[in-house]
């Protein structure tokens, strides 16, 4: 069973607009993880925050945490068509330990027109 | 440097039958995981390797099996194939003491008809 759910399942986007994905999961984390996939490919990691974070960059990435609420939301400013992908997120529970088991959302579908 | 390789990339098999996918890690790397990810689907965990044992299992039946080599590299076998077994199977390798991240291989693609 799927640990979280992205909000929205798609999004449609004209190329340099900002996108925002949205996470929410059940169980206390470890950390949450945000991969990217081009057509049913591999992952790709793009940012991990921890559960003591509330908010990271990178490029131009922003990852925000809210365990309070047990949600996420992953920025992608200045979008790009290469940007088009599907992007998920992922935690790793607590009880995961060290065995650093990844539980991943359903996934929103990205698709940034040029 | 090579990065997490599966073979094959494409796989159709029968039901009833069974199945062995291939993984080797990037190089460094001595943790071996499997997802199964369906159609539309996020990645769904099915098992962990580390120093040759299965440390840790999603909800899998135990049809789904796996093994890892002193090289690191693993398999996992399918056996009495179902349709539902469909699926998009992914490789991640990391290192037991080192980052979080994980590192994804490109998948291997299995048909059951």
């Known amino acids: 069973s799927q640990q979280g759910e992205e909000d929205p399942q798609a999004l449609s986007i004209q190329e340099g607009e900002n996108a925002t994905m949205n996470c929410s999961y059940k169980?206390?984390?470890?950390?949450l993880q945000w991969y990217r996939q081009n057509s049913g490919r591999g992952l790709v990691h793009l940012i991990l925050?921890?559960?003591?974070?509330r908010e990271k960059h990178s490029g131009r990435l922003r990852v925000t945490l809210d365990t309070s609420k047990k949600s996420s939301s992953l920025l992608i400013t200045a979008s790009r068509a290469a940007d088009t992908a599907s992007y998920f997120c992922a935690t790793e529970p607590l009880s995961s330990g060290s065995a650093r088991q990844l539980t991943f959302g359903s996934g929103t579908q990205l698709t940034v027109l040029p | 440097d090579a990065g997490v390789t599966q073979s094959p990339t494409h796989l159709i098999k029968t039901r009833g039958q069974q199945v062995t996918l291939r993984c080797s890690p990037k190089s460094g790397h001595d943790t071996v995981s499997w997802y199964q990810q369906a159609l539309g689907q996020g990645p769904q965990f099915i098992f962990q390797y580390y120093e040759e044992e299965e440390r840790q299992r999603g909800n899998f039946p135990d049809r789904f099996s796996g093994h890892q080599f002193p090289n690191y590299s693993s398999e996992l076998n399918v056996n009495a194939l179902l349709l539902g077994d469909s699926a998009l199977y992914l490789c991640?390798?990391?290192?037991?003491?080192?980052?979080?991240?994980?590192?994804f291989g490109p998948g291997t693609r299995l048909t059951v008809t």
């Open positions: 925050i921890r559960s003591n974070e």
């Open positions: 169980t206390s984390i470890n950390n």
């Open positions: 991640a390798s990391s290192l037991r003491a080192g980052r979080v991240e994980q590192y």
